[in-house]
C-alpha cells in the first residue's frame, strides 16, 4: 500500500501495460469500471482524497495532509500494479476505487520505488518524508511476514472519495472482490490503519490477525480472509 513514484518516462511505461488487462472477462467484475490508462490521474485523486483523514499519511507528511504528494504516491502505486492485478471503480466518475493483488503475483519492492524514482523523489518528496515512509514500509513488511501466507493475494487499497463516504458507492466493489475470491478460492489478505474498518472488514469474513502500534502512534490492523470462507 505505501509507495514511491517514479520518473515520468518510466511511469508512462508502466501506464501503459494496464491497458492489457481483461478484467471483465472474470464475471464477477462485469459491473464495474476497469481502470485505464488515461484513468490512473483519476484513480490517484480519488485515492488521496479518500485517505486524506488517515493519521499514517498525516503523519508521512509530518503532521499537514500534502495532497498534490499523495496524489503523485497513488499514481505511480497504480502504475506499477502487476500485469494481473485488479483495479475498479464504481464507474467512470470513479467515486471510489479497489485494487486486488492476486496470490504469488509479482510486487514491486521498495527499492524498485527508490531506484525509479531518481532526482524526482527527492524533490517531490523530500527526504524527510522519504525516511518516515522508509522507516513505516519496514515496519509494515514484518506485519507482512507474520501475517500473509504465499497464498494471500492482497487488497492494496480499497477508499471512497470524502464528498461520496457514506452513499455506499464502494459496496458494489467489495462485493465484486468477495464474488471474485469466493469463485476462485482465494485467500485474502488487507491492512488497516483505522479501528473503525476492523467491524467492517470482519463482516466481509475477514479476521483480525495481529494489532500492533508502530511509529507516530499509529495501529495496524492485519486481516486475513480464508478462501470459501464459511459466510
Known sequence: MWRIFV????????????????????????????????????????????FSQYDMFKYICYGKYDHDIMRLFWEVSLALLPD????????KEVNSVLAYIPPKSKEPGLLDYVKAGGLKMFFKFGIRRIIRLIRFEIEIEQVVKRNRTANDGYLMTFATRLDKQGQHYGKPLIKALLDYLDASGESCYLETLKAKNVALYQHFSFQ?????????????YAMQRPGNPTL
Do not use: W
Not at 84 to 91: F, L, Q
Open 7 to 50: 520518473l515520468k518516462q518510466k511511469f508512462t511505461i508502466f501506464a501503459e501495460k494496464k491497458t492489457s488487462m481483461n478484467i471483465h472477462s472474470i464475471p464477477a467484475f462485469k459491473e464495474c469500471y476497469v481502470m485505464q490508462h488515461e484513468d490512473i490521474q483519476r484513480f490517484a485523486t480519488t485515492l488521496a482524497d479518500g
Open 84 to 91: 494481473n492485478a485488479i483495479c475498479i471503480a464504481d464507474s
Open 208 to 220: 483480525l490477525k495481529e494489532q500492533t502500534d508502530t511509529l507516530g502512534n499509529l495501529t495496524i
